[in-house]
């Protein structure tokens, strides 16, 4: 009898702040300055500390993009706060490859998963720990933070989905997430 091999896994998720650890795993981050008519409210962004951290991303991406059949695994941790009315958000994208979908969950905080198909519907889904949401093929997606504590999510989408930024670079989303009387409400306001 020969014994074959048994190691130890090549990555870890921290069950507490789903930080990732091990091989292949890059971070980002996107401060205030980055995000270019990403608000609606753009004085007020260049207004704030330019140094603001937004938001940062980790991701495992064991093969290269682009490549068919692999998945991705990332933590996205958006901090709390607001340009004008206007909650700290990602910037959203469409994939590259339209027809991928994706996988994303709460893990902390409270946040607001925003949703646009290609006809520039939009409608959004509530996020907090545990809640899980699949993003069908040909969706925009982005995330708000709607609470007052780091907003934490987990997402898993295949390696050759890609980003597309242009259309929401060009013409954001047909709708913005704005704090109304202490509450997030998403509007037509463009
Ligand atoms: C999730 C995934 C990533 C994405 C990140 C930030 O972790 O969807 O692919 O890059 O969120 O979102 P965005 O790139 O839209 O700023
Ligand atoms: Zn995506």
């Known amino acids: 009898m020969h014994h074959l091999k048994i190691t130890g896994p090549q990555n870890q998720v921290n069950l507490e702040n ?5 091989k292949e795993v890059i971070a980002s981050e996107k401060f205030i ?14 207004n704030m500390d ?6 940062h991303v980790q991701a495992h991406l064991p093969v290269n993009e682009g490549i068919p059949g692999g998945l991705f695994f990332g933590t996205t941790v958006i901090q ?16 590259k490859n339209a027809d991928r ?23 959004a889904e509530q996020m907090f720990p545990g809640s899980l949401h699949y993003i069908g093929s040909h969706i925009a997606h982005r ?3 709607v609470g007052s ?11 050759d989905a890609g980003h597309n930024y242009s259309e929401i ?11 109304v009387d202490g509450e997030p409400v998403l509007t037509d306001i463009k």
């Open 18 to 22: 789903w930080q990732l650890s091990g």
């Open 33 to 46: 300055s980055q995000l270019v008519n990403i608000f609606a409210d753009e004085a007020a962004r260049l």
């Open 50 to 55: 330019q140094q603001t951290l937004v938001y």
């Open 80 to 95: 709390a706060g607001k340009v004008g009315k206007e909650y700290f958000m990602t910037r959203g994208h469409f994939h």
């Open 101 to 123: 979908g994706e996988y994303y969950w709460g893990v902390g905080g409270k946040g607001m998963l925003i949703l646009m198909d290609e006809q520039r519907n939009v409608w």
């Open 143 to 145: 995330v708000a933070n």
């Open 149 to 159: 504590e780091p907003l934490i999510f987990g997402a898993c989408w295949p390696s």
């Open 169 to 179: 670079d060009e013409n954001g989303f047909n709708a913005r997430l704005l704090e």
